[in-house]
């Protein structure tokens, strides 16, 4: 179920090994993303393209929007 969490949350994910997956379009996150992150653009997640995240570890799923 997805919760918000704020920054200090996020890092203390990170820092317990927590994975970023970022939705962004592939063309944004290789403009710029965050360090660590895994692209899985929005239109394109689905179960095919999250099976190689690992189960037992929490998944942080970021999207930046400048609107």
Known sequence: MPVAIDRNEVQRLLDEGAQLVEVLPEQEYG???????????????????????????????????YQ
Do not use: M, W
Not at 49 to 54: N, V
């Open 31 to 65: 403009d710029e993303h965050l360090p660590g992150a895994i692209n899985i653009p929005l239109k394109k997640l689905d179960a095919e393209t999250t099976a190689g995240l690992d189960k037992d570890r929490p998944v942080i799923v970021y999207c930046s929007d």
